[in-house]
C-alpha cells in the first residue's frame, strides 16, 4: 500500500507539476536575461562571477593535473646527465644575458641624457607579474588561455601578456584566482604596430590561426619587405610600445583590391609559451 | 513528500563535477570541435529521472557555473541550459517511454536546438566573428546517450538517489 501511495504520489507530482515549470522556466528565462544584460552593460557583476569562479576554480586545476605531474615526473626521474646538460647551457645563457644587461644599464643612462637633451618626456617603466598557463579555453572557436593569475594578485581587463619572445595577449577576463587571455591571433584583438626597420604605422589583425596574422589597410606602394619586425606601437593605450609582435613573411599585391594583403607571423610561441608575463603599465597622463 | 525522503544526492553532485571536468579538458585540436556536450547529458538524465528533485531552476544555476567555466557573458548559459530543462520536463513522460535508441534520436534534435540557441547567443551578445554552427557536439552526445543512460541509470538505483 505505501508502495502504490509513492508511486501514485511521484505520477501526481510529475502530471501536476506543468503550470509549476512555465512559472519556473519564466523565473529562469528573466534572470538570465537580466544577468545577461548586467554583465554587459555594467562591471558590478564581476564581483558575482569571481565568487562564482572560487566554486569552478578545482575543476580547473584538476583539468591540468596529469600534464603537471608528467611534468614532474619527467624532472624528477630524469637522467643525470641531461640535468647537468641543461644546467651547463642556462648558465652559459645566463652569462650572456648578464653581459647583455650590463651594456643595457649605460645605454638606458645614454637614453635618458639624450631624451633629456631632445626635452622629450622619460620612457615609462613597466612592472611584470609572472604567470603560468593552467588550460586552454574548451570552446573551439576561441582562442583564448587560462593563466593562474587573477584579481586577488592585482590583474586587470586590458593588461597585455607577453612571453619571452614578444607580445602574447590580452586579459580579457579577470576571476578570483584566474583570468582569461586573448591571443594576439584571436579575430577579435588588433594591434597597434609601426615596423621596425623605416617606423610606418599600422594595425595587425588576428585570423584566428595561430601562425597567422594580417596587416591591415596597407597600400599597395607600402615600403614593407619580407623579413620585417613588427613592433607595438603603444598608440591606443591599450598595448605596451615596444614589444615584437610578428614577421612579415608574405606579401600580395592584388591589382583588383585597394590594399596590399600582408601576413605575418606572430613572434610568440602562442601554441606553446607556458610561462607568460603580465604587464603592469603606469599610466601616462 | 513525506513518503520520499531525499537519498543520495551526493551522486548528482558528482556526476556533473565529473561533466565540468569532462567539458574542460583539453582534447587534441581536430576533437575539439566534436566535444560531447557533458553538462547538457547530465541535465537531461536527471531531468528525465528525477524531474521532482532536480528542475529547471537548478538547471539555471548549473548554467551559471558553466558560464564562469566558458567565459561567456554570465547568463548565457542559465538560460540555454534552462531551456533544456524545460524541454525535457514537457517530453519527460515520452521520453521515458522510448526505447534507447529513439531517446537517443531525441537527445539528438535537444541538444542540437540548444547548441544553435546558445550559439545564436554568443554571436548576439559577445560578438564571436568565426561563430559556425556545427552539427557535431550534438551528434557525439547522441551516440554517448545509451552508454551514459546506463551506466548512470546503473549507479543511481545503486545509491538509490530520490
Given amino acids: 500500500m505505501p508502495a502504490a501511495q509513492t508511486r ?21 528565462i ?56 641543461s644546467n651547463r647551457t642556462l648558465r652559459s645563457q645566463m652569462i ?15 637614453n635618458g641624457r639624450l631624451r633629456h637633451l631632445l626635452n622629450a618626456t622619460a620612457r615609462l617603466e613597466s612592472e611584470f ?41 590580452l586579459v580579457v577576463q579577470v576571476d578570483s584566482l584566474s583570468s582569461r587571455v586573448a591571443l594576439v591571433a584571436d579575430v577579435n584583438l588588433a594591434v597597434p604596430v609601426y615596423v621596425n626597420r623605416n617606423g610606418m604605422r599600422s594595425v595587425v589583425v588576428g585570423t584566428g590561426n595561430l601562425n597567422s596574422l594580417e596587416m591591415e589597410y596597407v597600400p599597395d606602394t ?30 600580395e599585391h592584388d591589382p583588383g583590391e585597394p590594399f596590399a594583403r600582408i601576413r605575418a607571423i606572430p613572434l610568440a610561441h602562442l601554441g606553446r609559451s607556458r610561462t607568460l608575463l603580465i604587464v603592469f603599465q603606469e599610466e601616462a597622463k | 513528500m513525506k513518503e520520499n525522503p531525499a537519498h543520495g544526492l551526493w551522486l548528482i553532485g558528482l556526476s556533473l563535477f565529473v561533466a565540468f571536468y569532462l567539458a574542460a579538458m583539453p582534447l587534441p585540436g581536430r576533437f575539439e570541435v566534436a566535444r560531447p ?5 547530465m541535465i537531461i538524465f ?31 548559459y542559465g538560460l540555454v541550459f534552462a531551456v533544456l530543462a524545460y524541454t525535457v520536463l514537457l517530453l519527460n513522460i515520452r521520453l521515458r517511454m522510448y526505447p534507447l535508441g529513439q531517446q537517443a534520436l531525441a537527445v539528438f534534435f535537444i541538444l542540437g536546438l540548444t547548441h544553435v540557441l546558445s550559439q545564436w547567443l554568443k554571436i548576439g551578445l559577445m560578438s564571436l566573428v568565426s561563430g559556425e554552427i556545427h552539427i557535431w557536439p550534438a551528434l557525439t552526445s547522441a551516440v554517448l546517450w545509451p552508454w551514459v543512460y546506463g551506466l548512470m541509470r546503473t549507479l543511481q538505483l545503486r545509491v538509490r538517489v530520490q
Fill in chain 1, 8 to 28: 501514485s504520489s511521484i505520477i501526481k507530482a510529475i502530471y501536476s507539476a506543468g503550470p509549476e515549470h512555465g512559472y519556473r522556466f519564466a523565473v529562469a
Fill in chain 1, 30 to 85: 528573466a534572470g538570465s536575461l537580466l544577468l545577461m544584460f548586467l554583465d554587459l552593460r555594467f562591471s558590478q557583476l564581476d564581483r558575482v562571477r569571481q565568487s562564482l569562479s572560487y566554486i569552478v576554480a578545482p575543476v580547473q586545476s584538476l583539468v591540468a593535473l596529469p600534464r603537471d605531474l608528467v611534468q614532474w615526473s619527467s624532472e624528477t626521474f630524469s637522467e643525470r646527465n641531461d640535468l647537468l646538460d
Fill in chain 1, 96 to 110: 650572456i644575458l648578464q653581459q647583455k644587461v650590463q651594456w643595457l644599464a649605460i645605454l638606458e643612462a645614454e
Fill in chain 1, 129 to 169: 607579474l609572472t604567470a603560468e598557463l593552467i588550460s586552454v579555453d574548451p570552446d573551439p572557436f576561441s582562442i583564448q588561455v587560462i593563466v593562474n593569475r587573477g584579481a586577488q594578485d592585482g590583474v586587470a581587463v586590458g593588461q597585455a601578456v607577453v612571453d619571452a619572445d614578444g607580445l602574447f595577449g
Fill in chain 1, 222 to 251: 607600402a615600403d614593407i619587405k619580407i623579413g620585417d619586425t613588427l613592433v607595438t606601437s603603444g598608440l591606443a593605450n591599450r598595448f605596451p610600445a615596444g614589444y615584437p609582435l610578428a614577421e612579415v613573411i608574405a606579401i
Fill in chain 2, 37 to 41: 556536450d557533458w553538462v547538457g547529458l
Fill in chain 2, 46 to 76: 536527471w531531468v528525465l529521472i528525477l524531474p521532482e528533485r532536480f528542475g529547471i531552476l537548478l538547471a539555471f544555476v548549473i548554467g551559471l557555473f558553466y558560464d564562469t567555466l566558458m567565459g561567456t557573458t554570465l547568463g548565457l
